[in-house]
């Protein structure tokens, strides 16, 4: 018997003890040498690998900070090893996508000045993934710790800011162009396109937990329509991916409030800045009481056409019981799903006495579960 024949062996009889049919057997499971690339499907709203064009269903975490709350690149040099240990974790989780967030400071060391030092490091980062068959969702162009934002970049205008983020994206496909562990290009997280104008360097939004999530892509609409800033600044961004790297998947990271509707909204209204983008993320954190109008919200990303990603959920606002509803639910309309890991174990975490770490325990188990469904055929 084959390694790969060994494994489907053990997961056939596992699922068989567990009382679940071969219609749970997931279908973008990889063999222990096998990494392909992914690709959208063509005529549906969904992804597949390339080769083969079996279905894929990007399902995992958002690693963004340990539990420290210290940024990736503030210990994956000294800590690298928790780093691998980290990634072990999300994959026997049930994870195939881990989302990755880069910060400016470490991938620039001057306008034009890629940083080599952090370029050698997500390197060996892609590396990693390849080995551990854990695809990434690399999402740029990050100030999370407002204190470490570079005093030069916000000091740039419009113009050449947008310049020095292409020149960021350049250097960032360039360094992953040739893996196909690479899931996507995610250009920023929750950018924003401000109505009027911003003072002077105010290019974060307020903080949440002490990170600055939300980011301003002007500080002056001027005269014109927020959404054509939103899609110039994605035309320029993702034409300079293009000149290095021409097959990766590009998105952006929305925050659900970008629907065209009135009172508040991004800017980033999805039926207006999609032509550049091959599938659309939402940030969507379901609240008790509200499923209905949250997955109206999602349907109306879904309505563009392309795949759509619930690039961030977690039952923040919700139960545990109405999270598994909602992640039901809405595989009416997404086509992927990517929650939260900060670096503990589900072992340690049950151990703890803290109950924010009883409920993330109980989530990450709960989450491990749900794949089972949400990587089967609806």
Not at 149 to 177: G, I, M, S
Not at 178 to 183: D, E, R, T
Request: glycine share 8%; aromatic share 10%.
């Amino acid at each position: 018997m084959t390694t790969r024949e060994s494994q489907i062996t053990r997961i056939v009889r596992w699922m068989m003890l567990v009382g679940l049919g071969m219609s749970a057997f997931p279908s973008n499971w990889l063999a222990a040498d096998e990494v392909p690339w992914i690709v959208v499907s063509k005529g549906t709203p969904s992804f597949e690998l390339n080769p083969g064009g079996r279905r894929f269903v990007p399902w995992g975490f958002n690693y963004d900070h340990d539990a420290a709350g210290r940024l990736l690149e503030d210990y994956w040099e000294e800590h690298w090893a928790d780093v691998e240990s980290d990634f072990r974790e999300m994959k026997a989780l049930g994870a195939n996508v881990a989302r990755i967030h880069l910060q400016v400071e470490k991938f620039l060391s001057g306008p034009e000045q890629p940083n080599e030092k952090g370029l050698t490091q997500l390197a060996k980062l892609v590396a990693l993934a390849e080995r551990e068959k854990l695809y990434l969702d690399l999402t740029g162009l990050g100030c999370y710790h407002k204190n470490d934002v570079p005093e030069w970049y916000d000091k740039l205008n419009e113009k050449e800011r947008w310049t020095t983020q292409a020149t960021f994206w350049r250097a960032v496909a360039k360094q992953c162009a040739n893996s196909p562990a690479i899931f996507c290009y995610d250009l920023m997280n929750e950018p924003v396109v401000p109505g009027g104008r911003r003072k002077e360097g105010e290019w974060l939004g307020p903080p949440f937990a002490g990170k600055h999530f939300v980011q301003f892509i002007t500080l002056d609409q001027k005269e014109r329509p927020r959404p054509e800033i939103a899609k110039a600044w994605i035309h320029e961004l993702v034409t300079a991916i293009r000149e290095v790297d021409r097959r990766h998947l590009v998105t952006v990271g929305l925050v659900d409030w970008s629907l065209d509707r009135p009172g508040l909204t991004s800017g980033f209204v999805p039926t207006k800045v999609a032509e550049d983008l091959d599938f659309l993320c939402i940030h969507l954190y379901p609240e008790n009481g509200k499923l209905d109008e949250q997955l109206a919200t999602l349907k109306g990303f879904a309505d563009v056409g392309k795949p759509v990603v619930i690039e961030e959920t977690f039952p923040l606002k919700c139960s545990p019981p109405q999270m598994i509803e909602f992640l039901n639910r809405s595989r009416d309309h997404a086509s992927g799903w990517i929650s939260f890991y900060w670096g503990k174990p589900v072992e340690e975490l049950r151990k703890s006495s803290s109950i924010g770490d009883a409920i993330l325990a109980q989530w990450l188990e709960q989450f491990q579960k749900q794949g089972l469904v949400m990587l089967s055929p609806p």
